[in-house]
């Protein structure tokens, strides 16, 4: 999330709020499937073209677009369209919630259990 800023004050730094669990499942869910896994380790690169992430996935347009949807209501990536053709980058805040989330769980996962009564 961006600072906030007024006229009269400098940036604010503003910590995003924590993936809720419901958000990393959805996230979690768009990354399970082979071909979008694929799909995010070659935009991994930076920003692709449609054309061209068909071609390099040997992937038909229309199966491609299934996965790029998913991929993008999951909230893991950005478009813009130019001309005729839509250029996908990956979204890094998104990367970096998940990674946070799964951060707190491998710091939490060490506590012992409680002595049962």
């Not at 935009?43 to 491609?64: F, H, I, M, N, Y």
């Not at 209501?73 to 946070?100: C, F, N, V």
Request: proline share 6%.
């Amino acid at each position: 999330m961006a600072g906030l800023r007024t006229a009269a004050s400098a940036p604010i730094a503003c910590a995003p709020a924590p993936l809720a669990a419901e958000e990393a499942r959805l996230l979690l869910r768009a990354l399970a499937d082979p071909i979008r896994l694929q799909v995010i380790e070659a935009l991994g690169g930076g920003e692709r073209c449609v054309c061209d992430l068909t071609a390099d996935l040997d992937l038909a347009q229309s199966k491609l677009s299934f996965h790029l949807k998913v991929l993008k209501d999951a909230g893991l990536l950005a478009d813009r369209q130019e001309g005729r053709w839509i250029y996908y980058r990956l979204r890094p805040e998104a990367l970096d919630d998940l990674r946070a989330w799964l951060a707190t769980l491998g710091a939490q996962c060490g506590r012992p259990a409680s002595p049962c009564s």
